[in-house]
């Protein structure tokens, strides 16, 4: 199966091009990194690194979606360009797609090892409860909502997925419960960003827009 690696980046020109160095060029068909309106040479970067580079609206659901769109491939890999996911950790979530055993594959920071300082005590908080929340209205109970993950291609276009913001990650995770997907998590060591600043930690008025746009995805996913 042709594996498509997509990236949603906005000004990672400290961290972007060693993410894209690290990946597994020889099991992957492409990585597609999708600008979503960088200022500081990402784009550039990326593509001297080896990576394919399509510009986006700004949002970070519109650059996934927009990643998806230009993807080849039958298994979608997504992770962000902070160098905080673990690459190496790759072929253990398209491993179980591949031989059959899931559909949706989840990188879990949470069940894993995070480094110090990878995570605020507050997005930790935050990933359980939405995890609780998810099982209480929809019937499965996540770990974490890490922007690391897998999913077969026909599976998300089924979704038909309309997030543009920072709650699309959650829309996968709910209309994979919906869809009765299979649904695998996988520890993995999360690490601190390599560089730059947070586009959601990284200050309150950013934290709280995404905080409410991702309780909003809980309610409006379910009707």
């Known amino acids: 199966m042709r594996v498509s690696v ?17 990946m597994p060029w020889g099991e992957i068909a492409e990585c597609i990194v999708v600008d979503n309106g960088s200022t500081d040479g990402t784009a550039e970067i990326a593509a001297l690194a080896g990576a394919r580079v399509i510009a986006s609206e700004r949002g970070y659901g519109a650059a ?20 905080a996911d673990p690459v190496e950790a790759m072929a253990e ?22 480094e110090p300082g990878s995570m605020l005590g507050s997005q930790v908080f935050a990933g359980k409860l939405i995890g609780w929340m998810v099982r209480v209205m929809y019937g ?16 998300l276009e089924t979704m038909r997925m309309s997030e543009m913001t920072y709650g699309w990650n959650l829309e996968m995770q709910i209309k994979a419960v919906q869809m009765g997907l299979r649904i695998v998590e996988v520890p993995v060591n999360y690490r601190r960003r390599m560089g730059g600043v947070s586009k959601v ?20 996913v379910r009707k």
């Open 64 to 83: 996934m979606s927009a990643g998806v769109a230009v993807a080849v491939g039958e298994v979608l890999v997504f992770l962000d360009g902070d160098g």
């Open 201 to 220: 930690s990284g200050n309150f008025s950013a934290s709280v827009k995404a905080a409410w746009r991702i309780l909003g995805v809980l309610v409006r």
């Open 93 to 114: 979530l398209v491993g179980p797609i591949e031989r059959g055993e899931a559909d949706f594959v989840l990188a879990s920071r949470i069940a894993g090892t995070r």
């Open 140 to 155: 499965h109970r996540y770990t974490d909502m890490c922007a690391f993950r897998a999913i077969r291609r026909e599976c």
């Open 6 to 22: 997509v990236i949603p980046a906005l000004n990672e020109a400290e961290s972007i091009g060693a993410v894209v160095t690290a």
